[in-house]
């Protein structure tokens, strides 16, 4: 109750901008699940205002993630038209456990020297974490961009993890945001395995 009382009052002393990143960005999420290339201008608007909010708020790593996805944005809508002559959209993929393993390994490594590159070289909070779910968040953007079915998979933990990090900084409306994140990754996850299913099918 106190957290949903808290997200009630931040939408209403929160700021209009980061109203309009929250709803891009659920608007992001369903035109994704659907398979909908309209996902990334919304991805685009809304990340260009959150690249600006988290870096007035210290999260340094999360405003540094945002401003690579307005990059990714533009990538996305691209690789997302697939065949344009025989108008086919791009398939969805599935990785094995082994690559899944290597690239979690590797995304480790590159967290933890990164991180401690930013606890100890610059003013970022929770720099560890921070920089945790930014690396496997780039990466994971990727996956998305080339339909890689185990993305949803990787933002369910990225998401949750960034919960914690959006209510120790007062970002109450976003967290309430992840954590729905959460909730329709699952459904992404199902929907885009169904949609590959019938693809083999066929």
């Known amino acids: 109750m106190e957290f949903i009382q808290a997200v009630l009052g ?3 002393a929160s700021s209009p901008w980061e109203l309009v990143a929250v709803v891009l960005a659920i608007a992001y999420l369903l035109f994704a699940m659907r398979q909908s290339q309209w996902c990334w201008p919304a991805a685009f608007f809304s990340t260009m205002i959150y690249t600006v909010l988290f870096w007035q708020s210290a999260l340094l790593m999360e405003s540094v993630l945002n401003a690579y996805y307005l990059a990714m944005a533009v990538y996305g809508w691209w690789a997302w038209r697939g065949n344009a002559e025989a108008a086919e959209p791009r398939p969805i993929v599935s990785w ?3 690559t899944h393993c290597k690239v979690v390994a590797v995304l480790s490594a590159i967290t933890l ?3 401690y590159v930013m606890d100890n070289y610059t003013h970022a909070d929770f720099a560890y974490l921070d920089t945790a779910t930014t690396v496997f968040a780039v990466f994971t953007t990727w996956m998305v961009t080339q339909k890689v079915l185990e993305n949803w998979l990787y933002w369910i933990v990225i998401n949750s993890a960034s919960i914690y990090l959006y209510l120790e900084k007062s970002f109450n409306l976003t967290a309430g945001l992840f954590m ?3 909730v329709m990754a699952v459904v992404g996850y199902l929907q885009w395995r169904k949609a590959s299913q019938q693809l083999v099918k066929a």
């Open 10 to 12: 931040d939408l209403q």
């Open 96 to 98: 094995s456990l082994l």
């Open 113 to 115: 020297s990164l991180g």
């Open 180 to 182: 729905l994140y959460c």
